[in-house]
């Protein structure tokens, strides 16, 4: 049924389902939300956009994750300070699917949900002349990677623009490594590195139970078994591996076929005990299709993987963690490393920098003469970052960023939108996000095919 969203879920600013003014639109963009089963949904319309109309279909089959789902939008469009505008208009109902096909109510299809089911989301989408904008991992399982391809090439036939959702870009700290990177004074040139010291290190350590616009957020219960979420390696390491792709390698295409080589893959779980569990659901016990994972009542969830390959020869190391909660003060961290011929760039997030992403560069030999690289660097890079500046430490140099340029993650998703209505409107993808996304998904896929292989000999 399609029902009018300020009546049956309370909320403020929706049109009657069907008024022909609705039916209008003057903006170039509209946005559609299909199944929203990840807060990553909402966080897109966190922010109002010129370009995009404020009345957002949503096509759903109901329940609590679409009630989730809706009342973060109220939540942001009642809030006191730059509230949003959004009108939902909504369908829930189990032919949400065949029904958005059929309406073609937007544009852009927004997904962020259940990873088992995007890629027919995303084919379906395509194969009827949508755009796509798609919450991170598109594909979960190494047979699903042709289709994404194949998809690929259909959105160019179609001129539509499939592209994923890449916060991680726009975090100032790997903005700023990335950019001394290309400093040969200060960096000199990226390492080959070896298998056990590679030139890039990528790690990120996240938690099931967190925060979210200030409340706590609760999972779907599908969140903890991989065959739907997916496993570690091939989710939150689709970040990992874009950024080394897009630090080290935006200057020419990548072709997974030649320039991906992986080396070494593995996997392991995290432990979550009953009351974790009903903490993170509000589930009070574990559903049917977890039992699989169920070991003396303790929840085992394939949520953690480290990958280790070699990108156009260069030696990269990727790895992701998962624990339950933060420690007090914390939040999900970032570490990372460039090895050039004269530093290393390493973003820490630790205790020590307070659990807030700190940008180094530790010299491998210092001197006075480097020592004034890096001052005149700094100096370069307040032309386009004012306030930009370095001091000494023991190591080296911390980088200072004043804390207008810094992002909290849920801040980047406008950014990575805008980025994203540019394409839209141009009618295309450029051609290095194309091999950019190939060769990420290929990568992870891959990472999968290698860890399964070692676990099951480990563990049977």
């Given at each position: 049924?399609?029902?009018?969203?300020?009546?049956?879920?309370?909320?403020?600013?929706?049109?009657?389902?069907?008024?022909?003014?609705?039916?209008?639109?003057?903006?170039?963009i509209?946005?559609?939300?299909?199944?929203?089963?990840?807060?990553?949904?909402?966080?897109?319309?966190?922010?109002?956009?010129?370009?995009?109309?404020?009345?957002?279909?949503?096509?759903?089959?109901?329940?609590?994750?679409?009630?989730?789902?809706?009342?973060?939008i109220?939540?942001?469009?009642?809030?006191?300070?730059?509230?949003?505008?959004?009108?939902?208009?909504?369908?829930?109902g189990?032919?949400?699917?065949?029904?958005?096909?059929r309406?073609?109510?937007?544009?852009?299809?927004v997904?962020?949900?259940?990873?088992?089911?995007?890629?027919?989301?995303?084919?379906?989408?395509?194969?009827?002349?949508f755009?796509?904008?798609a919450?991170?991992?598109?594909?979960?399982?190494?047979?699903?990677?042709?289709?994404?391809?194949?998809?690929?090439?259909?959105?160019?036939?179609?001129?539509?623009?499939?592209?994923?959702?890449?916060?991680?870009?726009?975090?100032?700290?790997?903005?700023?490594?990335?950019?001394?990177?290309?400093?040969?004074?200060?960096?000199?040139?990226?390492?080959?590195?070896?298998?056990?010291n590679?030139?890039?290190?990528?790690?990120?350590?996240h938690h099931?139970?967190k925060?979210?616009?200030?409340?706590p957020l609760?999972?779907?219960?599908?969140?903890?078994?991989?065959?739907?979420e997916?496993?570690?390696?091939?989710?939150?390491?689709?970040?990992?591996?874009?950024?080394?792709?897009?630090?080290?390698?935006?200057?020419?295409?990548?072709?997974?076929?030649?320039?991906?080589?992986?080396?070494s893959?593995?996997?392991?779980?995290?432990v979550?005990?009953?009351?974790?569990?009903?903490?993170?659901?509000?589930?009070?016990?574990?559903?049917?299709?977890?039992?699989?994972?169920?070991?003396d009542?303790?929840?085992?969830?394939?949520?953690?993987?480290e990958?280790?390959?070699?990108?156009?020869?260069?030696h990269?190391?990727?790895?992701?963690?998962?624990?339950?909660?933060?420690?007090?003060?914390?939040?999900?961290?970032?570490?990372?490393?460039?090895?050039?011929e004269?530093a290393?760039?390493?973003?820490?997030?630790g205790?020590?920098e307070?659990?807030?992403?700190?940008l180094?560069i530790?010299?491998?030999?210092?001197?006075?003469?480097?020592?004034?690289?890096?001052?005149?660097?700094?100096?370069?890079?307040?032309?386009?970052?004012?306030?930009?500046?370095?001091?000494?430490?023991?190591?080296?140099?911390?980088?200072?960023?004043?804390?207008?340029?810094s992002?909290?993650?849920?801040?980047?998703?406008?950014?990575?939108t805008k980025?994203?209505?540019?394409?839209?409107?141009?009618?295309?993808?450029p051609?290095?996000?194309?091999?950019?996304?190939?060769?990420?998904?290929?990568?992870?896929?891959?990472?999968?095919e290698?860890?399964?292989?070692?676990?099951?000999?480990?563990y049977?």
């Open positions: 049924m399609r029902y009018l969203l300020g009546v049956v879920l309370l909320l403020s600013g929706c049109g009657r389902a069907g008024d022909k003014k609705e039916e209008k639109h003057e903006y170039p509209r946005l559609i939300t299909l199944d929203p089963g990840h807060f990553h949904a909402a966080l897109v319309q966190k922010t109002g956009y010129a370009d995009i109309d404020t009345v957002v279909h949503v096509y759903a089959p109901g329940g609590q994750e679409l009630q989730a789902h809706m009342a973060l109220e939540k942001y469009n009642s809030r006191p300070d730059q509230p949003t505008r959004w009108k939902e208009v909504v369908y829930a189990p032919d949400y699917l065949s029904r958005m096909m309406e073609k109510a937007g544009n852009v299809v997904l962020a949900g259940n990873n088992q089911k995007k890629i027919e989301y995303i084919k379906s989408a395509v194969d009827s002349g755009n796509v904008f919450d991170k991992p598109m594909i979960i399982e190494p047979k699903d990677f042709p289709v994404l391809e194949a998809t690929f090439g259909e959105a160019k036939k179609n001129g539509v623009v499939l592209y994923d959702i890449m916060t991680e870009r726009y975090q100032i700290t790997t903005v700023l490594q990335k950019e001394l990177s290309t400093m040969p004074e200060v960096f000199g040139r990226l390492l080959k590195g070896t298998r056990d590679p030139a890039i290190t990528k790690e990120s350590v099931f139970f925060y979210v616009s200030g409340k609760i999972r779907p219960s599908w969140y903890f078994d991989v065959s739907q997916g496993e570690g390696i091939v989710d939150v390491t689709t970040h990992l591996v874009d950024l080394v792709q897009w630090e080290c390698f935006s200057d020419s295409l990548l072709d997974y076929k030649k320039d991906v080589d992986m080396l893959a593995r996997r392991w779980p995290t979550l005990t009953p009351s974790q569990f009903k903490l993170s659901t509000q589930l009070d016990h574990y559903p049917a299709f977890l039992s699989a994972n169920v070991k009542s303790l929840l085992n969830v394939f949520a953690n993987g990958m280790d390959y070699t990108l156009k020869g260069v990269a190391r990727v790895s992701v963690r998962w624990d339950f909660q933060a420690p007090e003060g914390g939040g999900d961290t970032h570490y990372s490393v460039l090895r050039g004269l290393n760039l390493i973003i820490r997030q205790k020590e307070g659990f807030k992403p700190v180094y530790e010299p491998l030999r210092a001197s006075a003469k480097y020592d004034s690289s890096v001052r005149h660097a700094a100096a370069a890079l307040q032309g386009r970052w004012p306030g930009v500046s370095v001091e000494g430490t023991s190591k080296g140099w911390k980088v200072l960023i004043p804390e207008r340029y992002l909290d993650h849920e801040a980047t998703f406008a950014e990575v980025k994203y209505l540019g394409y839209v409107k141009s009618g295309k993808l051609e290095w996000e194309l091999s950019c996304m190939l060769a990420k998904y290929y990568t992870t896929t891959r990472a999968l290698m860890a399964r292989r070692g676990v099951l000999k480990k049977t």
